[in-house]
């Protein structure tokens, strides 16, 4: 149990340093100055965990309790400002990272939001917020439709995750079993995603 929670551990900063690196690179190229960057990076890291903190009164928010997610959120920064060959390396770790954090927080969230009493609608929802809502402060933030908007199977990979999670909670499967398949059937379909480039339908190809 405690090298599974180390896992879960690891995983989760890491999905948060994946996060911080995309938001702080999307900061440094629309030009913000050295503390933009800094908010970014640890918005995006930390703004959907926050969110669901805040929603469920779960105070203070982890993200801002914990000073490792300030840390890690600064290194991202850091890195995406001075070191781009660094960067170069860290590509596809990153992306895959990513993909990792998406399923950890969707299911991460999801399983807060139930624990502390809330029904299912609203462990769905703040496990895809969990997931996603540090991008789309960011893509505000940057005067930009967020990219969760945007055809990408991102979002929508979160929320399913989650549904697996709050349904086998709702038939009584052991958590053991639940927690898992939430994480796995959201990695599968991000990294399936990645590789194939699916894409949901928009209603501007049609009119094409």
Do not use: Q
């Amino acid at each position: 149990m405690i090298n599974l929670h180390s896992l879960y551990t690891f995983i989760d900063l890491a999905g948060t340093f994946a996060f911080a690196i995309s938001g702080a690179v999307a900061a440094r190229d629309k030009g913000l100055d050295v503390f933009g960057v800094l908010v970014v990076s640890f918005t995006v890291a930390c703004g959907g965990g926050i969110i669901r903190d805040v929603c469920i009164g779960a105070i203070p928010p982890a993200g801002l309790s914990d000073w490792r997610y300030l840390l890690v959120s600064v290194i991202a920064a850091i890195i995406a400002m001075g070191l781009s060959p660094l960067m170069k390396l860290l590509d596809r770790p990153v992306i895959l990272f990513d993909a990792l954090g998406l399923s950890l927080f969707a299911v991460s969230g999801a399983e807060k939001a139930l624990s502390f009493g809330h029904n299912n609608e609203v462990a769905i929802l703040l496990g895809m917020i969990t997931a996603v809502g540090g991008g789309v402060i960011r893509d505000i933030f940057l005067n930009r439709i967020p990219v969760i908007f945007e055809k990408e199977i991102y979002a929508s990979a979160a929320l399913l995750g989650a549904v697996v999670v709050v349904a086998g909670h709702s038939w009584g499967i052991p958590n053991g079993w639940v927690s898992p398949a939430g994480f796995i059937i959201c990695l599968v379909i991000r990294l399936l995603a990645l590789k194939y480039h699916w894409k949901l339908p928009s209603f501007s190809e049609r009119k094409k």
